[in-house]
């Protein structure tokens, strides 16, 4: 289980990543699921029509590219990834 005591005292940022095209509703619970699990990581929402996956996540504790490498581990594509720091 996540630890998210100290998430808010943490340097936290949003990844939006791009991906290649989603087929089926499961491939949204299968990255959904592979994400929510990434140590360090809140507030998933993976959007279907737009082929996009965003996530909050502790700079600290994980980064933009482990978040793209689960999703490929899972076997999705990612065409590009985005951060930005949350003030």
């Known amino acids: 289980m996540k630890d998210l005591r100290n998430?808010?005292?943490?340097?936290?940022?949003?990844?939006i990543l791009q991906l290649g095209e989603l087929t089926c509703p499961s491939c949204l619970t299968k990255i959904q699921k592979g994400v929510e699990n990434q140590d360090g990581v809140s507030n998933v929402k993976v959007l279907f029509n737009a082929g996009k996956v965003r996530a909050d996540f502790d700079e600290d504790r994980t980064s933009a590219d482990q978040i793209s490498n689960v999703i490929t581990d899972l076997g999705y594509e990612v065409k590009k990834v985005k951060v930005k720091e949350n003030k």
Not at 8 to 13: D, G, T
């Open 7 to 15: 998430m808010e005292e943490s340097i936290m940022a949003k990844a």
